[in-house]
């Protein structure tokens, strides 16, 4: 096991920047997610990483040694890919096995070692299928089997989990963060979905067109995110353009037209100043309620239903305060409000961030 | 009539055009080829109907044409080879290249829009007695004399390897294409270097398509007679060129039907083999 570093790596296709300069430190035995659309230069940094492409500038280092020149077949990594690349004309065992051979691994080991690598995955029985004879899950856990076999020190992981439907992709997501835990290797997950970033990581890194935007913890990118893109890509947020009158220690103060005045707690509000700024309240964060309920401190607004986006266990509604439109995702209790009726929006200040811009 | 009797007809109602050209063109024509082969040709140059087996005894145990049917079969396989090991590493080229693929394939099929016979003439111009090659040589005082290039074996292995090469390359590379490039990638981080997982990914993975471009070669090889004919000497007649000699030059249709039906057979034999363990699909894939 190993750190990854990457020194201000920067990757230039002909005139096209895929990835800006970029410096990222990864701990031993950290899960850290590469998040972002598509084109966000994420899956380049994984291949830099991997060795499948050469960064234009900067340094990759792992474990404390530089890599640039070393080829792929050296570095000792784990790499699956999104379509898994198993090798169609070998048996399950034989893909497992195929790393093992390129090492000082004892003949008479190996069997065994693929055997425990195939019941990690819990796929004890298959050894002697034909990758084509196997689910989209099952080959999935295999070409998870064949990259944590040889040991690597690093773990990679290229969208893993984008081609299997929905309800197998939460499984997976369960199963590959209990086997990354007990083997404890450093891993390195690119994704563009928000939900698996948020489940699995330790930290999160959202990049957009070849830029980080932000590292941190997934409360930290979820609760505090660092910009409007990353407000926008985590769920829905309502952005709102707003004055900061006050900064303090403790927080600052958001005065936004017709929500009034929002204290706004520091730890969600870094890098804001005095001056034009930018509320971001989560769409899970702003409650309809009915005309004259109870709103126990919370700031409030009175709001009109425009839109009703029913989603069974939640609905999203669009509604409109004041001038703007806002987005509210809320639980449905009882029935959902209709379309023209007159509700009250209600949010907590503390659940709000602040972004500065204009 | 039901749907389902208008269902049924309708694969038939579509093939009936190709069905019917496909009967009237080519297996009227082989059975009326086959019902000759028993024929007997008359020492007045007459056809006697009938059903003799004079020619084949003559074509199945004479020596003459079984050394020439072997010597065909060696040219075929040398040729096919030879085209195997130009091709491949031609199709990898282009199959990895991250250039124009389509334009590059293009210009693999730009030969087929000249005449064979041009093409296969092209090497009397480079390879004969006042060629290209033999000015160059004696150009630069290598040779006095002009050195004999052509009418021999290796002229028409040399004009059957052009002719044949672009369908070696473009199966190849067809079979190249359908392997997910990630495949190599994967055996790479595994620990294999790039030529330890060419030889045992990517190899094996491609040689459904270099099977496809061997048997068309080899087939397409064996059944020529024009290359022969251009490019070889008097002792390098290939089969084909029996019976062209029967049926053109001789007139002896019954023995060149035989013959022709003798060389349908050994190379129907061949591909009946392919087809049992490889399948046709593949073939398929490489000549769409």
């Known amino acids: 096991?190993?750190?990854?570093?990457?020194?201000?790596?920067?990757?230039?296709?002909?005139?096209?920047?895929?990835?800006?300069?970029?410096?990222?430190?990864?701990?031993?035995?950290?899960?850290?997610?590469?998040?972002?659309?598509?084109?966000?230069?994420?899956?380049?940094?994984?291949?830099?990483?991997?060795?499948?492409?050469?960064?234009?500038?900067?340094?990759?280092?792992?474990?404390?040694?530089?890599?640039?020149?070393?080829?792929?077949?050296?570095?000792?990594?784990?790499v699956v890919f999104q379509n898994y690349a198993l090798f169609p004309h070998k048996s399950v065992a034989e893909n497992v096995a195929f790393g093992l051979r390129y090492r000082d691994v004892p003949k008479a080991d190996i069997p065994r070692r693929v055997q425990a690598a195939l019941e990690l995955v819990q796929l004890p029985d298959l050894g002697a299928r034909r990758p084509r004879e196997l689910s989209g899950g099952q080959q999935q856990r295999v070409a998870l089997a064949r990259a944590i076999v040889i040991e690597p020190d690093v773990l990679l992981l290229d969208e893993p989990l984008s081609a299997l439907d929905a309800n197998l992709r939460e499984d997976m997501r369960v199963e590959l963060k209990r086997i990354q835990e007990r083997i404890g290797v450093t891993t390195v997950f690119v994704t563009h979905d928000q939900s698996e970033a948020l489940?699995?990581?330790?930290?999160i890194v959202v990049m957009s067109a070849g830029r980080v935007e932000q590292v941190g913890a997934p409360e930290q990118v979820y609760n505090a995110p660092a910009s409007e893109f990353v407000a926008n890509f985590l769920g829905a947020s309502n952005i709102?353009?707003?004055?900061?009158?006050?900064?303090?220690?403790?927080?600052?103060?958001?005065?936004?037209?017709?929500?009034?005045?929002?204290?706004?707690?520091?730890?969600?509000?870094?890098?804001?100043?005095?001056?034009?700024?930018?509320?971001?309240?989560?769409?899970?964060?702003?409650?309809?309620?009915?005309?004259?309920?109870?709103?126990?401190g919370r700031i409030t607004a009175p709001a009109v239903v425009e839109?009703?986006?029913?989603q069974g266990q939640t609905v999203r509604y669009f509604v409109r305060i004041g001038?703007?439109?806002?987005?509210?995702?809320?639980?449905?209790?009882?029935?959902?409000?209709?379309?023209?009726?007159?509700?009250?929006?209600?949010?907590?200040?503390?659940?709000?961030?602040?972004?500065?811009?204009? | 009539m039901s749907v389902e009797a208008r269902e049924a007809r309708q694969?038939?109602?579509?093939?009936?055009?190709?069905?019917?050209?496909?009967?009237?063109?080519?297996?009227?024509?082989?059975?009326?080829?086959?019902?000759?082969?028993?024929?007997?040709?008359?020492?007045?140059?007459?056809?006697?109907?009938?059903?003799?087996?004079?020619?084949?005894?003559?074509?199945l145990t004479d020596p003459f044409y079984r050394d020439i049917l072997l010597s065909t079969l060696r040219i075929a396989a040398i040729t096919t080879a030879v085209c195997a090991l130009m091709g491949?590493?031609?199709?990898?080229?282009?199959?990895?290249?991250?250039?124009?693929?389509?334009?590059?394939?293009?210009?693999?099929?730009?030969?087929f829009w000249i005449s064979y016979i041009i093409r296969t003439m092209s090497w009397i111009n480079i390879l004969g007695a006042s060629g290209a090659a033999n000015a160059a040589l004696m150009a630069l005082g290598v040779v006095s004399e002009p050195v004999n290039m052509l009418y021999n074996e290796a002229a028409v292995i040399l004009g059957l390897t052009h002719y044949l090469l672009p369908f070696m390359i473009l199966n190849v590379f067809v079979s190249l294409e359908g392997i997910d490039a990630n495949v190599?990638?994967?055996?790479?981080?595994?620990?294999?270097?790039?030529?330890?997982?060419?030889?045992?990914?990517?190899?094996?993975?491609?040689?459904?398509?270099?099977?496809?471009?061997?048997?068309?070669?080899?087939v397409l090889g064996a059944g020529t007679y024009i290359t022969p004919l251009i490019l070889g000497g008097p002792r390098d007649a290939m089969f084909a060129n029996l019976v062209f000699e029967a049926i053109i030059t001789q007139l002896n249709w019954p023995l060149g039907s035989a013959l022709s039906l003798m060389l349908l057979l050994v190379l129907g034999a061949l591909v009946a083999i392919y087809n049992r363990y490889l399948g046709m699909t593949q073939l398929m894939k490489g000549l769409g």
């Open chain 1, 1 to 78: 096991m190993s750190s990854v570093l990457l020194k201000n790596i920067v990757k230039r296709f002909g005139d096209f920047t895929a990835v800006h300069k970029t410096t990222l430190d990864i701990p031993d035995g950290a899960f850290v997610t590469l998040l972002g659309p598509s084109g966000c230069g994420k899956t380049t940094t994984l291949r830099m990483i991997a060795g499948l492409l050469d960064p234009t500038e900067g340094d990759i280092v792992i474990g404390g040694r530089r890599v640039n020149d070393i080829p792929i077949h050296k570095r000792n990594l784990g």
């Open chain 1, 199 to 203: 489940a699995m990581s330790d930290r």
């Open chain 1, 240 to 296: 709102v353009p707003c004055m900061c009158t006050r900064r303090g220690p403790e927080g600052a103060t958001l005065e936004a037209p017709a929500l009034g005045a929002i204290a706004v707690p520091a730890a969600r509000a870094p890098k804001l100043r005095e001056g034009p700024a930018k509320l971001v309240l989560r769409a899970e964060k702003l409650q309809l309620l009915p005309e004259g309920a109870p709103c126990d």
């Open chain 1, 307 to 310: 839109t009703v986006d029913y």
């Open chain 1, 323 to 358: 001038e703007r439109q806002f987005q509210a995702i809320n639980l449905i209790e009882e029935r959902p409000f209709a379309v023209g009726a007159r509700v009250v929006a209600a949010f907590r200040p503390q659940d709000c961030a602040g972004l500065p811009g204009t």
């Open chain 2, 11 to 59: 694969p038939w109602i579509l093939l009936a055009p190709a069905l019917s050209a496909v009967t009237l063109l080519l297996f009227v024509p082989l059975l009326f080829i086959l019902v000759y082969s028993f024929w007997l040709r008359t020492a007045t140059g007459a056809d006697q109907p009938g059903f003799f087996l004079d020619n084949w005894r003559e074509a």
């Open chain 2, 88 to 111: 491949y590493p031609t199709a990898y080229f282009i199959a990895r290249s991250r250039g124009d693929k389509l334009l590059m394939v293009l210009l693999l099929m730009l030969p």
């Open chain 2, 184 to 218: 190599e990638a994967a055996a790479n981080s595994l620990g294999a270097t790039r030529w330890q997982s060419f030889l045992e990914v990517t190899l094996p993975l491609s040689l459904p398509g270099l099977a496809a471009g061997g048997l068309l070669c080899f």
